[in-house]
Each structure stands twice: as structure tokens, then as C-alpha cells.
């Protein structure tokens, strides 16, 4: 495919992280991201990319954290410093309304809900490869939280299982500005093959 053939039939756009804690008001994580997230008009991006997505025949792929439970690191060795933070303030906990689904990004029948990641990669011991490979995807667009840790793992490694990767500059939102610049400028170039803005994916995906 050309670099701006987003063919539906091989484009996948990948939500990640879409829960509560890190995207309302009143989630554990929202007071770091809110002024990021309000800044780039994040909510609205991520609702008008999910819904042009589905009219477009695009698959969405949510990509969804590990949900908290008492114990889940019980025994490990060597938990990585956003494990210890998830288990010490029980953030995206089993059966609580911060590891819900935001409001405004429920998953429909058609998305592919993909076996939840317990770092800050979407594809490590998940199915993610195996649903995308078993559809045909070969782009995929990654959107969500957060854009330093979950988005760029994520992305990072699809491009080294050689999808074609595109971040959305305004569909994300982190910790600070100085992350987003980071993300988008410094380590994005560094294995994307496209940084847009919303408004540029959802003209190539209805082009496509």
C-alpha cells in the first residue's frame, strides 16, 4: 500500500488504555493529564476518530489495560515502576468504575476487544498480533493514553513486527507538554511512519 492508502479492509485503529482513570473527571490519573488532554481537545478527537473509523468500515481495536486486583503482583520478582504505581493506588481496579470503559468510548459488536496488557505494550502476551494478522490488517493507528508509555511501546513495537505506524498528534495525551514533545518529535520519528493530526486520518481514512 502507498504511504497514504488507508485501505479499511487493511487499517486497524488501535484505543488503548480508554478507562476512566486515566480520562474523566475524577479517575486517579486524570488531574496529571487534564491539562494535556484539555489543551489538544483530546475526548472529542478520540470520539470523532472511533466513530469515523466504524463508518469507514475500519476495525477498532481496544487495547486495554490490566485490570487491578489485590495480589496481582504477588511474588514478582521485579514489578516495573507503572506496576507498582497501579498496585499501590489501585488504579484501573477490577469491578471499579475507574477501570471502566470512559463513557463516550464503549465498545459496539464490531470493535475487537484485545486480551489486556500488564505493562505499557499492547502486543506482550496479548492476542493483539494474532487479531490484527488474522484480519489482514497492515496499518494501524494508535490512539489513546499514555503518550510516552503505553502509546509509544505500543507503536514501537508494531513497527518491528513491520505494520505501518501512525500516531495521531491530537488523540493522545501525557503526564506533560515536555512528554508530548518527546513523543511526537524526539522518539515518534524514530519508528513512525506518519504523525498526523485528526483531522488528516480521518480524510485519508475516507479516502481509503
Known amino acids: 500500500m502507498a504511504l497514504d492508502d488507508y ?5 486497524g485503529l488501535l484505543l488503548v488504555d480508554p478507562h476512566n482513570d486515566l480520562l474523566s473527571d475524577g479517575g486517579k490519573l486524570w488531574p496529571k493529564v487534564k491539562a494535556v488532554a484539555e489543551a489538544v481537545d483530546l475526548l472529542t478527537h478520540l470520539r470523532t476518530l472511533v ?12 487495547v486495554p489495560h490490566r ?20 498496585d499501590r493506588e489501585s488504579i484501573f481496579g477490577e469491578g471499579m468504575w475507574g477501570g471502566d470503559w470512559h463513557p ?6 464490531s470493535d475487537v476487544v484485545i486480551q489486556r496488557h500488564w ?5 506482550a502476551n496479548t492476542d493483539l498480533d494474532f487479531q490484527l ?3 489482514g490488517i497492515e496499518k494501524i493507528i ?6 510516552n508509555t503505553c502509546i509509544e511501546a505500543t507503536a514501537r513495537c508494531g513497527a518491528e513486527l513491520g505494520y505501518h505506524v501512525t500516531l495521531v498528534r491530537d488523540a493522545t495525551a501525557a503526564f506533560s507538554s515536555e512528554a508530548m514533545h518527546a513523543a511526537h518529535e524526539i522518539s ?8 498526523l493530526a485528526t483531522d488528516a486520518v480521518i480524510a485519508a481514512l475516507v479516502k481509503g
Open 7 to 11: 485501505a479499511a479492509n487493511r487499517t
Open 51 to 62: 466513530e469515523a473509523a466504524r463508518r469507514a468500515g475500519t476495525v477498532v481495536f481496544y
Open 67 to 86: 485490570q487491578w486486583r489485590e495480589g496481582n503482583y504477588d511474588g514478582w520478582r521485579h514489578p516495573g515502576p507503572w506496576q507498582t504505581l497501579t
Open 104 to 109: 463516550e468510548l464503549v465498545p459496539h459488536p
Open 119 to 123: 505493562g505499557q505494550n499492547g502486543f
Open 133 to 135: 494478522k488474522q484480519r
Open 142 to 147: 494508535v490512539v489513546g493514553m499514555v503518550a
Open 188 to 195: 515518534g520519528p524514530t519508528f513512525a511512519h506518519a504523525i
